[in-house]
Nanobody, 133 residues
């Protein structure tokens, strides 16, 4: 069965760190870009891309402005996983985090709008991150 499964979410104090993991099953992540998306419950907002890592060109990475300098996306093709290391967490980072796979990062698509959920080939079910004191 083809699926992506996120893990690592939880409650963390402001300024704290979390590491999210995304495990693929039923297919190889080797040929896919992997993105992490956040959706804030009750906000009415769509899933917004936080970070993405390509499957080529030396694993090129892309970050939302809000994530730059605080989040690091990585992948381990041997383990068929991807991760998002988050530090310096803020209350506005709270939300459900989804990993997704596509042939390329949405950032490479002309007129990419980070506030709109892009088409991706596979989505996980999400993991909740709550940043609160």
């Amino acid at each position: 069965q083809v699926q992506l499964a996120e893990s690592g979410g939880g409650l963390v104090h402001p300024g704290g760190s979390l590491r999210l993991s995304c495990a693929a099953a039923g297919f190889s992540l080797d040929y896919y870009a992997v993105g992490w998306f956040r959706q804030t419950p009750g906000s009415g907002k769509e899933r917004e891309e936080v970070a993405c890592i390509s499957s080529y060109a030396g694993n090129r990475v892309y970050y939302a402005d809000s994530a730059k300098g605080r989040f690091t996306i990585s992948r381990d093709n041997a383990k068929n996983t991807a991760s998002l290391q988050m530090s310096g967490l803020k209350s506005e980072d709270t939300g459900n985090y989804y990993c997704a796979a596509a042939y390329r990062c949405p950032d490479t698509i002309p007129d990419f709008d980070r506030s709109v959920t892009p088409e991706m080939n596979f989505w996980g079910k999400g993991t909740l991150v709550t940043v609160s004191s």
